[in-house]
């Protein structure tokens, strides 16, 4: 081999080296991350509250003067379901999450304007307000989330959301009623779209519920208790 076929042969072994070595250090190198996908629980997905319904000449809830005033505390959530992280079920007892979705916020903090927003369109209460707020009323409603998840055990996929809501006197610190709500929606594809789209579903159920269940316990709470007369929102 003549000194020119040498060099030559040189520097394509070296090129051909080089080549190999970018090659894997391309393989090397981690793919990039797809940003998280954000979702949210919103009032027009969750849609109206139930209207107020019809009732007699006699009953506590025949004018809004006459109805209790609300006080909505902030919702709290059990454990594994006070994140932002969008939760999916495979089997009993395993909480799994999505990787590359989200909620835009936590579901209680969600929840919290969807309520208020659903209680006060229901027309059973004089007025219906939010924590963190001055302002005192007749009856106070605590809520825990104690599920929302999307269940790959039957088919179509689903979510369920399940709701503890207690009712309590607001001068006595009495519970007026306490319900554990179980909502359930099917998912239209198994992915975290579907789930979220059925979330929303979950929740307008949900909040129908809840509307009912407090018109009905503050309808016998004014009933039982022996001088009870509505109070304005006011100022502490």
């Not at 000194?3 to 970018?22: D, E, K, N, P, Y």
């Not at 999450?97 to 209680?108: I, K, L, M, Q, R």
């Not at 159920?205 to 316990?217: K, M, R």
Request: proline letters at 7%.
């Amino acid at each position: 081999m003549n000194h020119f076929s040498l060099a030559r042969w040189l520097s394509l072994a070296i090129a051909a080296t080089a080549l190999g070595l970018m090659t894997a250090c391309s393989a090397l190198k981690p793919k990039p991350v797809p940003p998280p996908a954000f979702f949210s629980l919103d009032a027009g997905a969750a849609g109206a509250a139930p209207a107020p319904r019809a009732v007699s000449s006699g009953s506590a809830s025949t004018s809004a003067l006459a109805a209790p005033t609300l006080l909505i505390t902030a919702p709290q959530a059990g454990a594994g379901f006070d994140s932002q992280r969008i939760i999916y079920v495979r089997q009993a007892h395993q909480l799994e999450y999505f990787a590359h979705s989200e909620w835009v916020d936590t579901p209680a903090r969600m929840l919290a304007p969807l309520m208020v927003s659903a209680l006060d369109r229901a027309g059973r209460f004089r007025a219906v307000v939010a924590t963190p707020t001055a302002a005192i009323a007749d009856l106070r409603l605590d809520t825990e989330i104690l599920r929302l998840q999307h269940e790959f055990d039957a088919v179509p996929s689903r979510v369920r959301l399940t709701l503890r809501a207690t009712l309590t006197d607001n001068a006595t610190r009495q519970v007026v009623a306490q319900v554990d709500l179980d909502t359930r929606a099917d998912a239209a594809s198994p992915d975290a779209y579907g789930g979220v789209v059925a979330a929303n579903h979950a929740t307008a159920t949900l909040l129908q519920a809840l509307a009912e269940f407090c018109g009905q316990a503050a309808e016998q709470w004014q009933a039982r208790v022996p001088g009870a007369t509505p109070r304005a929102v006011g100022r502490l």
